[in-house]
């Protein structure tokens, strides 16, 4: 059996398409979706975002359960300009398996083999990634791999960190992230985001323009894990 997670839902949605006999549960209180991929079997987490919330429900769903493998995807934010927009990124420093080793290849997708970096708050200025950069020598951040890799690690779980490129220095978040996310509630707060376009208007075009960044950066990310799971 094979776990894929991700923060949230609008990381994963593309990927339960290809889900066959997909059904959701609960197991120890936290939600799953599982399915099937090419006569494999597939259970997907979604973590949330964050330390607090991403170790409760890791630590739950590798209870009572074997993996032969968990592979950690989701969206990253580049810390430099080398990675664009749709990238994807295996994280060399958290990932316990070697594809060579397995006879798997990405020599068909963009790939980018580097460190990446879990922070504790989503980055909005530029200069505090370049800082980051300078500082860890990392490509990338998100939020959650560091917390997952640990939890593999204790259970003796195989694990691959695969993310995609969905903002960049240059192309950054188009609108404060306090505004885009709210932490405490784990979900957009639309109130507060349409209160905010209706004073800043040229915001509404950003939001556009990144929804389709997203929707491409999450297809290629899925496209990328099927690819994966089909060679496994």
């Not at 799953?32 to 079997?41: Q, S, Y």
């Not at 560091?146 to 188009?174: H, K, M, N, Q």
């Amino acid at each position: 059996m094979i776990a894929v997670t991700f923060a949230l839902p609008a990381e994963s949605s593309e990927l339960l398409r290809h889900l066959r006999d997909r059904t959701g549960t609960e197991r120890n209180g936290v939600r799953i979706v599982r399915g099937r991929m090419d006569d494999r079997a597939i259970e997907v987490l979604h973590t949330g975002v964050g330390e607090k919330v991403c170790r409760q429900r890791v630590e739950t769903f590798l209870q009572d359960q074997q993996f032969d493998l968990l592979i950690s995807a989701g969206f990253a934010g580049a810390l430099n300009d080398e990675l664009q927009v749709g990238d994807l990124l295996l994280a060399k420093n958290f990932s316990t398996i070697d594809l060579n080793e397995r006879g798997l290849s990405f020599s068909s997708l963009p790939i980018r083999i580097a460190d990446l970096l879990t922070v504790s708050a989503v980055i909005d200025s530029s200069d505090e990634r370049n800082r980051i950069a300078r500082a860890s020598g990392a490509a990338a951040v998100d939020m959650e791999t560091e917390f997952i890799a640990r939890a593999c690690a204790e259970y003796g779980v195989p694990f691959l960190s695969l993310r995609v490129i969905t903002d960049t220095p240059r192309e950054p978040f188009p609108v404060p992230t306090k505004v885009l996310f709210d932490m405490e509630r784990q979900q957009t707060d639309y109130r507060q985001l349409s209160s905010y376009v209706l004073k800043n208007p040229a915001a509404l075009w950003r939001l556009i323009r990144f929804g389709i960044r997203v929707a491409h950066a999450r297809k290629a990310l899925t496209e990328a894990i099927v690819g994966l799971v089909s060679h496994l």
